[in-house]
Nanobody, 125 residues
């Protein structure tokens, strides 16, 4: 049974930082590209960042470029999202997702095979 478990969410002030780990189990982690998405209240889920199977290639939404960093540790079956300089508009539920083999359409949620349950990030002004 595949499980993706996000942790690390919480309440932080504007300008602060959070690190979100996502631990994977029940799959061959190194065979999956990994992505982070987020969904704010009343809005559609949107792409945040993605990382290739090896971790060599990373991709970011324009809204987070330069502030967020995605990384992975294949030995620990974990993907991370380091979020710096947080803004109130970053407030959302953050989800990690796994894409078997990776896809050029890394920004599309339909490319992903498995999803975590999400973790809430709230940024106060």
């Amino acid at each position: 049974q595949v499980q993706l478990v996000e942790t690390g969410g919480g309440l932080v002030q504007s300008g602060g930082s959070l690190r979100l780990p996502c631990a994977a189990s029940g799959l061959t982690f190194s065979s999956y590209a990994m992505g982070w998405f987020r969904q704010a209240p009343g809005k559609e889920r949107e792409f945040v960042a993605a990382i290739s199977l090896s971790g060599i290639s990373t991709y970011y939404a324009d809204s987070v470029k330069g502030r967020f960093t995605i990384s992975r540790d294949n030995a620990k079956n974990t993907v991370y999202l380091q979020m710096n300089s947080l803004k109130p508009e970053d407030t959302a539920v953050y989800y990690c997702a796994a894409d078997l083999g990776g896809s050029a359409a890394y920004g599309s949620d339909s490319s992903y095979d498995y999803w975590g349950q999400g973790t809430q990030v709230t940024v106060s002004s």
